[in-house]
């Protein structure tokens, strides 16, 4: 109740202070359980993705956070479900893979914790097991200007532009002939891989943009 009675004021919010740009939400499905897995740069992510899908999101965030009086009870009510970042966590795995099951869309961050400099990096094993086990459509997200926007240390935001971009779901089944944990592991570095693409086909439409406004400006004068 609360997630949605809050997510219309946090997307005005949004799109007035970080002239929010969304692309590919079609790549959403519209109902049924989806794994949304996106790079991670900002503690705005959670509710700058969720604010960029019509869907109502559940997400991962590390146990520490709900220990934090007040704060803990709050996220929970929006749909924070806790995990521990050392080492495997078989009932944050179970959590998730419950709330696919009844058909919900999650969030996740395959990398586990946050980037300090924007960089990417390794795809963790669990989700990939999550995803070989649901066997549910999982779409990669790349997220971009949330470092920016809210760097480590920040309280609130600075004016800045943000842009998420949902790519096409892939879809991910045992392989008999591999071992389960390189199977896993493989299936991690694959939407790190789609999330890069992403990230590459962003900086390319960029350039293009800026080029064009460029020669605009020039053709102007």
Do not use: C
Not at 58 to 82: D, Q, S, T, V, Y
Not at 112 to 122: I, K
Request: net charge positive; aromatic share 6%; no cysteine.
């Amino acid at each position: 109740m609360l997630y949605k009675i809050l997510k219309p004021i946090a997307v005005a919010l949004m799109r007035w202070r970080l002239e929010l740009e969304i692309r590919g939400a079609e790549h959403v499905p519209g109902s049924g359980p989806v794994l949304v897995v996106s790079n991670h740069q900002s503690v705005l992510d959670p509710p700058i993705i969720g604010g960029s899908t019509s869907r109502t999101l559940h997400f991962m965030a590390k146990a520490e956070l709900f220990r934090i009086p007040g704060f803990g009870r709050l996220i929970r009510n929006l749909n924070a479900h806790p995990v521990r970042r050392e080492g495997s966590d078989p009932k944050a795995l179970k959590t998730a893979a419950r709330l696919l099951e009844e058909g919900e869309a999650l969030l996740a961050f395959p990398e586990g914790t946050r980037s300090r400099d924007g960089s990417f990096g390794e795809g963790k094993p669990g989700i990939g097991m999550l995803a070989v086990l649901t066997e549910v459509p999982v779409v990669p997200t790349y997220v971009t200007g949330t470092l920016h926007a809210l760097p480590r240390g920040a309280w609130w935001p600075r004016r800045s532009k943000v842009r998420v971009i949902f790519g096409p779901a892939l879809h991910f089944k045992p392989d008999p002939g591999a071992g389960r944990r390189e199977r896993y592991r493989e299936a991690a570095q694959e939407m790190m891989r789609a999330i890069a693409q992403l990230r590459e086909q962003d900086e390319k439409t960029h350039a293009v943009s800026s080029a064009q406004s460029q020669h605009d400006v020039r053709g102007g004068r």
